[in-house]
């Protein structure tokens, strides 16, 4: 075991994401990797499965250590939350000025922003990285998203981009801003995850239901999808998993899977500090929403109970399956422009300087929404990088435009066929909001001023107001306090 300082790198936590990530960076030249993990038999089980990645392995943290070249740089690959902070504490009381931590686990970015601050305060750096792709994007190159300072980046920078996957020629990595950004910004990128899974899910549920169709047979339609707009890697998976028979009853996996999806969080904390920031994400949290109904079996069978009859599925004709592909693509392009402006309220909010192009660009490879659309994304950045909306750009104008009549066809077939979309429909109403010249929102102000005095400006000049509701109803200029 280890003493000398011969590793550039080193990962702490070697379960399935920290031991792959620890192989990809060892299978790069120039890459020394020091790995540590608190159950020793973890370590002896790497060492032994991986002889050809040549680590260097501690079974002590000070001995983890000691194997580090200067500036020593850690990653650690452990369960977000308190274990985290017990392993930085542990690193923190060894490691000395300018030397390196990384968090590369999905940490909630408000304890990564408090984490980089006291790690600061003691003259070490703390960059939290989020890192997406699962155990296989670990593995063969994953998208990453590094927070904390310009200075750590220097250090750190050329060793993820050694290990990233690489898209269009260029290093899913890039430095996402200081302190919490890179987690804020995993933590959208989760958010968009949860959003565009639910999307394909109501297609496939309506090619199933509505078009009559069998798993296998979708598989193919989302095969063909896979080769146009769509094309992307959840997309390619979810053919994967619906031509997927089960070896026990010889049926469709998906249909002796329990119908109750779980979840580790991140999509929540999307939705929830998009609420604190005031951004709608509508789509978004309707996918969180989706699977929080789906896992109430108790009260899915009451309700279910007392329903006599259900409507009966609509008929529909050959343009169906096209109508649906319209709808995802309309829906998914609701979902990323919501995505991105919580990005952009998120950077204002805690003083980010996001390069929202950049991000558009680290999660085209690896990364779990990686698709080709997000060349789009890029583009319209690129284009202008202060459009309000990725609504407003005219490449995803248009795309929404052409796809508005199916949208709204599917919308109304699902809901004449009894055939849940939230997804689908929160993002066309949340176009409707956006489209519409005037909205009701003019009459709950009316009912704010009734109830609470809260007052209203007016369409035709400056000034705050408010009707003497229980007086005689005049109007008066208010101070706008209220
Ligand atoms: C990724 C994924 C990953 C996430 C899982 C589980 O980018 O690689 O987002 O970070 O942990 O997909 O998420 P849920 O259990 O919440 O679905």
Known sequence: MAEQAVANIGVVGLAVMGSNLARNLASR???????????????????EEHPEAGFVASETIEDFVASLQKPRTAIIMVKAGAGTDAVINQLAEHFEEGDIIVDGGNALFTDTIRRERELRDRGLNFVGAGISGGEEGALKGPSIMPGGSAQAYETLGPILASIAAVAEGEPCVTHVGTDGAGH?????????????????????????????????????????????????????ITAEVLRQVDAKTGKPLVDVIVDEAGSKGTGVWTVQNALALGVPVGGIAEAVFARAVSSKPEQRKAVRATIESRPEIASVGEGFEDDVRAALYASKVVAYAQGFDAIIAGAKEYDWDIDKGAIAKIWRGGCIIRAQFLNR??????????????????????????????????????????????????????????????????????????????????????????????????????????
């Open 184 to 236: 804020f910004v995993k933590m959208i990128h989760n958010g968009i995850e949860y959003a565009d899974m639910q999307l394909i899910a109501e297609a496939y549920d309506l090619l199933r239901r509505v078009g009559g169709h069998e798993p296998a047979a979708i598989a193919d339609v989302f095969e063909a999808w896979n080769g146009g707009d769509l094309e992307s890697y959840l997309i390619e």
């Open 29 to 47: 030249e120039g890459n020394t990797v020091a790995v540590y993990n608190r159950s020793n038999s973890k370590i002896h089980a790497l060492l």
């Open 377 to 482: 994304i890029v583009e319209a950045y690129e284009h202008n990088a202060t459009i309000t909306s990725l609504l407003e750009d005219p490449y995803f104008a248009k795309a929404v435009a052409d796809g508005e009549a199916a949208w709204r066809r599917i919308v109304v077939t699902a809901a004449q066929s009894g055939i849940p979309v939230p997804g689908f429909a929160a993002a066309l109403s949340y176009y409707d909001s956006l489209a519409s010249e005037r909205l009701p929102a003019a009459l709950i102000q009316g009912q704010r001023d009734f109830f609470g005095a809260h007052t209203y400006r007016r369409i035709d000049g400056a000034g705050t107001f408010h009707i003497l509701w229980s007086g005689d109803r005049t109007e008066i200029e208010a101070d706008d306090t209220h």
